[in-house]
């Protein structure tokens, strides 16, 4: 079944450790998205990419870094984390073509101690 | 710049009553609105989206939306609402450029039994 994922669901973790936060997809689709989002907040956008090695900084500013080998995989990475980085983190994906509508995973939720 | 403003941040509904979830956008040329349920806990889903043609759009779950030109709304409605339907609901608009979505902050729908 065409799906996007997200591993993992739950993460707490201690401050400066390095975690790498995992997105797949299996439908194809080109243009992929990472969100954080606070509670009661709207989702901002952290880094987008249209495809393979081609990644963009949104527009809210991260520490993060991500990465598009594959298409199907877009992982998001934090070298040091540090408790204003607790939230959660929503990757999305859309279809091939002019398409603006977004499929998004289950979600992570970062805390971090 | 275009935005999108979701003016009641909670609603509390009487489970079978009728629902609308309001939203305002503001966007030059012609929009590409979309309307998000997250439940708890979970990513975000597409109730429905307007494109082009019939401004009345009919969604998954039993959900329709209305797009108002001349009042730059979009507001999400639904007959009779049952208790799953308790969630938070986004509103976004296509942003000018790279096929991404500009966020409402939400509206949290709360179902009385």
């Known amino acids: 079944e065409a799906d996007i994922y997200q591993t993992p669901r739950y993460l707490v973790i201690g401050t400066g450790k390095k975690i790498t936060l995992e997105c797949s997809q299996t439908m194809g689709h080109d243009k992929m998205y990472w969100y954080q989002q606070d509670p009661g907040m709207e989702l901002h956008l952290i880094h987008y990419?249209?495809?393979?090695?081609?990644?963009e900084k949104g527009d809210l500013s991260s520490e993060s870094t991500v990465s598009r080998i594959r298409t199907e995989h877009f992982p998001l990475t934090l070298e040091s984390a540090r408790p204003s980085h607790t939230s959660q983190y929503l990757c999305?994906?859309?279809?091939?073509?002019?398409?603006?509508?977004?499929?998004f995973g289950p979600g992570t939720r970062l805390t971090v101690t | 710049a275009q935005s999108v403003t979701q003016p009641d941040i909670h609603i509390t509904v009487s489970e079978g009553a009728s629902l609308e979830l309001r939203c305002n956008y503001s966007y030059g040329a012609t929009p590409y609105l979309f309307w998000y349920v997250q439940s708890p806990g979970q990513g975000l889903q597409l109730l429905l989206k307007y494109f082009s043609g019939d401004t009345l759009v009919q969604g998954i779950k039993g959900f329709e939306a209305e797009f108002k030109r001349s009042q730059s709304s979009f507001n999400l409605r639904k007959p009779s609402v049952h208790w799953s339907d308790a969630a938070e609901y986004f509103c976004a608009v296509r942003g000018d450029s790279n096929y991404q979505l500009i966020w409402g902050a939400g509206t949290k729908l709360i179902i009385k039994p």
């Open positions: 999305a994906s859309s279809p091939v073509g002019i398409s603006y509508e977004q499929y």
């Open positions: 990419s249209y495809g393979v090695n081609s990644t």
